[in-house]
């Protein structure tokens, strides 16, 4: 398994080299300190990096907020946190995606019943409010106002949670789509839908079923039109992949990819045609690591699996999130908490600049 190397790179000087040089492996960058859960990086039009994350408490807190940062120079340097998403309960689990249009759209869940503490659930009152979709014109700098999307909430029965994930992507016709995922509280389990939007974000309809007993799904859409899947299962927490021919009407069988412990996607076509899946790593060594489809995901060659990073402390790390520059440098963005019983303060955002293995 390739391993990448790390580079020793300060001051101005050496970080503009590192842009014209051309590889860049393994160099880290800490994008967030004190928070920075579950990254949603994408590359805006004008050629900046956005991420979202999630900050102000750990993996279950009322105080939970979506945070945005932006990188100008290729992912070396980053903007402090500013805030897109804080009401007054617990606003988690992102999805992000800029239109063809311009306009940037934010998607998440909110969760309500944390005891007096903000740290505890009370079963009997947990609730998931629904999804909900913000937008911005001004490259993230102001965002609309939260609008719940109805029919994401009227699939939400029986008490079910119900959460977007990853990149938001767009069809050649205009279509976006979003995964969104649920968890049932009877024998369907966790389900992974797709909803499309044909009014570039304003409302989301057409659910489709990708996958039973899936959930964090990551979309990709490819080329030549094929919208490809990376769905995490329900048991044993492994990456199987499925395509659709018909933007996302109808679905293959999922394929496992990886082992358990191994989750969730995120899935990149790269600038020679390959497909990059990156995924969270919680088998030792904790991090993240990658894997190259030459053939739009219907194979995935073993000799090609890279560790991107291997410095997370604990299992509680992963979810990253990919973009390759103009340059041929992938950034990929994940989070890991170095002390568990130390968390959100000792959970970190870093950032990798990385080549992908040649063929």
Known sequence: MKKLILLAVAGGSCLAAVCAAGPVNGKRITVVSGGGYFPVLIQLQNGELMAVLRGGAPHIGAKGRLDIVTSKDHGLTWSPPHTAVD??????????????????????????????????????????????????????????KPKRSKSMHKLQKNGGDVSPYGKIVQLADGTALMSVYYEFHDARGNQDYVFRSRDNGKTWGEPTLAGEHYNETGLLALEDGTVLAAMRSETGGYLATSSSMDGGKTWSRPRQITRDREHPGDLVQLEDGDVLLTYGERNRPFGVQAILSNDDGKTWNASSKTVVADDAPSPDCGYPSSVQLADGNIVTVYYHVDDPSYAPASTKATAVIWRAPQR
């Open 87 to 144: 009401g007054p309960e617990d606003d988690r689990n992102p999805a992000l995606g800029q239109l063809k249009n311009g306009d940037i759209i934010l998607a998440y869940a909110v969760l309500h019943g944390y005891d007096h503490t903000g740290l505890k659930l009370n079963p009997s009152e947990r609730q998931a409010e629904g999804v909900y979709v913000i937008r911005s014109r001004d490259s993230g700098r102001s965002w609309s």
